[in-house]
């Protein structure tokens, strides 16, 4: 037997099992109801009011305090003798190297195929809501932080659920925070594998085979992709074993050098067709509130964006804070702060990019997908960038490519986390999960297992309805850490006490 009809059996037979399961949570998370003659999906509706009503709670904290921000990302304020194990830039890209990936390349596409132009004006604006919204998953993720003996750091909604409802509600909260720290847990975990890895890899190798002759070509064979899967794992297996230290030294090199790349090209494309920017901008502008041939008119765009907007930034659903947990520092707030920024590079700064990028272009591929022609995201991107530049498509490639790994990557280390907190951190239990993790990057590149990744979306979706009700009950503890740090920064600034009144905060966190 053959390895390609062994996998297609598998492929089958998994498809076969999970397929009822994978459709009925499709039909429950992604729920949508008819508004304005389109669908509204109310995950997107809770995560796009979670962004509003923190943005208003903090006083449009994204716009106030974006200058302080990036003046902690460039270690202004940094502290010695700080807990943790990577500093704030590092945290910033492993975190940003989870979210930045195929949805900003090929998502974006789609966007603004469904949704017209006006599409991004949406997802800008749900992309700047989300900020407020990292801003507080994250605060919360380093305020209630498990610093080991070692020194390694485990954070996340599996631990600021527990402990912030046992200190805001005493037992009960205990109780219940236990119980959704699990299913947290289990949430990530299980996207980390199939959504994070399997998908992840699939995808990236799907887009190698394209440029390289198809099925043909020099690595369309199932051999070729055996090979390329076990290259990948390989990889992943070597950084993932140097734990969040070896994944940010990677990361703080690989996603700026990814992004300058997207970005510069983006901007060569724009630059050559310079006179028709101000068209594009109009046209942005103007289709999203008075948009041409759009299923549902200005509240489709609108929609379109928005769910475009929160499916890649991922704000509210509770994985950034894990990378974000294990920074160096004594003052949650100056993460959150960090971690605002996280949406601006992803949703309002890449996918505005990539946007732009296809409207001054308008390549015929996105003409065709506008009129329902079957058009892929990733073929729209290539095709505008292919108007200027016409070797780019291979440069894409090495991007999707890098974009793929690093959310591998990123993911791993959110897996583990979750896995940790549900078996224990034996070396045992750590070896266990990351020789399974490696198995499934070699899966990726043989299986589609389109089933599992589906099932897979809906439950780390559903980890944003347990994950936004603690961020509503836990608000006014991420208030006070907010006041503590700007209090803290005001004393720096006066010179005295520099370095002090933070001691406090180490009590908020457990050293085991």
């Known amino acids: 037997m053959s390895l390609d009809s062994v996998t297609q059996s598998v492929d089958?037979?998994?498809?076969?099992?999970?397929e009822p399961i994978a459709k009925w949570l499709g039909e429950v998370v992604f729920y949508a109801v008819p508004v304005g003659g389109t669908d509204l999906p109310l995950i997107v509706a809770w995560l796009v009011v979670a962004g509003l009503v923190f943005t208003c709670w903090f006083g449009f904290i994204q716009v106030r305090k974006f200058k302080l921000a990036v003046d902690v990302v460039r270690g202004k304020y940094d502290e010695k003798g700080s807990a943790g194990e990577v500093n704030h830039f590092q945290a910033l890209t492993a975190a940003v190297s989870g979210t930045v990936g195929l949805g900003n390349i090929a998502g974006v596409a789609v966007a603004v195929s469904i949704g017209g132009p006006g599409a991004t004006f949406w997802m800008v604006l749900c992309g700047l809501l989300g900020m407020a919204t990292k801003f507080v998953e994250v605060t919360l993720g380093v305020k209630y932080r498990e610093v080991h003996a070692d020194g390694t750091v485990s954070g996340g909604p599996m631990h600021y659920l527990p402990k912030g409802l046992a200190?805001?509600?005493?037992?009960?909260?205990?109780?219940l925070g236990k119980v959704l720290a699990v299913l947290a847990s289990f949430m990530i975990l299980f996207f980390g594998l199939f959504g994070g890895n399997l998908f992840q890899v699939n995808q990236s190798y799907a887009q190698l085979v394209s440029v390289t002759g198809g099925e043909d070509g020099a690595i369309g064979s199932s051999a070729g992709a055996l090979f390329f899967g076990i290259l990948v794992a390989a990889l992943v297996g070597i950084v993932l074993l140097g734990g969040i230290r070896s994944i940010a030294n990677v990361t703080s090199r690989l996603v700026p050098a990814m992004a300058g790349v997207y970005i510069v090209a983006c901007l060569v494309v724009i630059l050559v067709n310079i006179t028709a920017v101000p068209d594009a901008v109009a046209s942005i502008v103007e289709g999203a509130f008075n948009p041409e041939g759009v299923a549902g008119g200005v509240l489709g765009a609108l929609i379109i964006g928005f769910k475009r907007a929160a499916f890649s930034n991922e704000a509210g659903l509770g994985s950034a804070p894990i990378a974000h947990s294990a920074v160096k520092t004594k003052q949650p707030a100056s993460e959150g702060l960090v971690a605002l920024?996280?949406?601006?590079?992803?949703?309002?700064l890449i996918c505005t990019m990539t946007a732009?990028?296809?409207?001054?272009?308008?390549?015929?591929?996105?003409?065709?997908?506008?009129?329902?022609?079957?058009?892929?995201?990733?073929?729209?991107?290539s095709d505008a960038f292919e108007t200027v530049l016409p070797w780019f498509p291979y440069v894409l490639t090495v991007a999707v490519l890098l974009f793929a790994i690093s959310t591998v990557l990123t993911w791993g280390y959110y897996g583990l986390k979750s896995w940790t907190y549900l078996f224990g951190r034996s070396r045992a239990s750590e070896v266990?999960?990351?020789?399974?993790?490696?198995?499934?990057?070699?899966?990726?590149?043989?299986?589609?297992l389109q089933t599992l990744i589906d099932l897979a979306d809906a439950v780390l979706f559903s980890l944003a309805v347990i994950n936004i009700i603690g961020l509503y009950l836990l608000a006014p503890l991420v208030k006070r850490e907010l006041d503590t740090f700007l209090e803290y920064i005001r004393t720096r600034k006066t010179g005295a006490g520099a370095g002090d009144?933070?001691?406090?905060?180490?009590?908020?966190?457990?050293?085991?």
């Open 12 to 18: 089958e037979a998994v498809s076969g099992f999970f």
């Open 167 to 175: 200190e805001r509600f005493g037992k009960n909260g205990r109780t």
């Open 341 to 348: 920024l996280e949406p601006f590079i992803d949703t309002v």
């Open 356 to 381: 732009l990028t296809i409207v001054i272009a308008d390549p015929a591929s996105w003409a065709e997908a506008r009129t329902n022609e079957s058009i892929g995201g990733v073929t729209i991107t």
């Open 432 to 448: 266990t999960y990351k020789v399974v993790y490696t198995v499934f990057a070699v899966a990726g590149s043989l299986l589609t």
């Open 501 to 512: 009144g933070d001691d406090n905060q180490e009590s908020a966190k457990t050293i085991v």
